[in-house]
């Protein structure tokens, strides 16, 4: 091979297959601005300094490839980067990472979810993740006060708290949440639920024509008029 400057990318490339090209140029592709030229180095290359390719991926801040390394190298110090993606606020890889890396602290990346009172990703979290607390996960969401997630949560979890999940709904009077809540919990106070959506005139009016369109509504609301005319 000629003696040439060589881009990060093509380092990577020849270094697969040529010790040499791994020997003599592993500090010019760790000081690199090529963070997915380091990533694949270190998912193939034989031989490679983890800990300076982990390092200079979080100099570059960049969140994607400190992700996927975490996947794929055969090498990689999960607390940092973890600590990593909590030092930069990022709730999307925080749920990520929980949900993909082998050696990953779900007790600690759900305390970063709760501390960033992310809805969404907290609800993903306890979808999705191997190992949920659920019991903190549910004192999380309902701090967020996010009607949608609280929703999906009660929709989807292994196990919710109905009727705390009920609570925080109807006070943030979303009529369509509070509809679909209705559709698709398993536990539901109709009256309740019928009465915000009654009452929030120009928000339920969309949720209201939809009433009689589900059965589990529409049992319910036969129920509750049966009983006006005992």
């Known amino acids: 091979m000629d003696e040439k400057k060589l881009s990060a990318m093509e380092i990577y490339s020849h270094g697969k297959n040529d010790p040499r090209i791994r020997r003599d140029y592993m500090d010019e592709l760790l000081s690199s601005n090529d963070a997915e030229a380091i990533h694949l180095a270190g998912r193939y290359w034989p031989e490679f300094d983890f800990h300076r390719g982990l390092k200079r991926l979080m100099e570059l801040c960049d969140l994607e490839f400190v992700h996927k390394s975490g996947i794929f190298w055969k090498h990689f110090d999960f607390d940092r980067g973890l600590d990593f993606f909590i030092k930069n606020k990022s709730p999307e890889y925080i749920y990520r990472s929980g949900r993909f890396w082998s050696g990953y602290d779900y007790e600690k990346g759900l305390d970063a979810l709760g501390e960033l009172k992310s809805g969404r990703y907290i609800y993903y979290a306890g979808k999705e993740w191997r190992v949920f607390n659920f019991s903190k996960g549910l004192e999380y969401l309902f701090k967020t006060n996010d009607a949608e997630f609280i929703f999906y949560a009660g929709a989807h979890w292994k196990i919710f708290d109905f009727k705390r999940g009920l609570q925080y709904l109807f006070k943030s009077r979303n009529c369509e949440f509070i509809f679909k809540a209705g559709a698709m919990w398993k536990e539901f106070d109709y009256e ?36 006006m005319w005992e």
């Open 192 to 227: 309740a639920g019928l009465k915000i959506l009654e009452s929030e005139i120009s928000a339920g009016k969309e949720w209201r024509a939809k009433l009689f369109e589900n059965k589990k509504w529409k049992e319910n609301l036969k129920i509750i008029w049966d009983k």
